[in-house]
């Protein structure tokens, strides 16, 4: 059993960074790929970036490319998200998700485990 734990939400103003982390519990959750996604209400949810299980391959979708930076440490079972030149349309609930894949992914059907999300909340 995996459990993800979100944190590292809250208020800021367009231009401003922002750090989510994500602790995971569960022997085996070293092997899994690691996803952040996000909903913003009325909106499915959506993808926002992987990493496979090294860290060494990750994926993200367009709107976020050179703003957010996904990370892993294994030893400490956490998954980063690094959020620079935040904007409104950022504003969502972030969820964190683990894949027994190994491999990133974008589909959130592929994900087995997730966390309650942290709200985002991005004022212009």
């Known amino acids: 059993q995996v459990q993800l734990l979100e944190s590292g939400g809250g208020l800021v103003q367009a231009g401003d960074s922002l750090r989510l982390s994500c602790a995971a519990s569960g022997r085996t959750v070293r092997s899994y790929a690691m996803g952040w996604f996000r909903q913003a209400p009325v909106k499915e949810r959506e993808f926002v970036a992987a990493?496979?299980?090294?860290?060494?391959?990750?994926d993200y979708t367009d709107s976020v490319k050179g703003r957010l930076t996904i990370s892993r440490d294994n030893a400490k079972k956490t998954v980063d998200l690094q959020m620079n030149s935040l904007n409104s349309e950022d504003t969502a609930v972030y969820y964190c998700?683990?894949?027994?894949?190994?491999?990133?992914?974008?589909?959130?059907?592929?994900?087995?485990?997730w966390g309650q999300g942290t709200q985002v909340t991005v004022s212009s």
């Open positions: 990493i496979n299980w090294s860290g060494s391959t990750t």
């Open positions: 998700a683990a894949a027994r894949t190994g491999w990133g992914t974008r589909p959130p059907s592929d994900y087995d485990y």
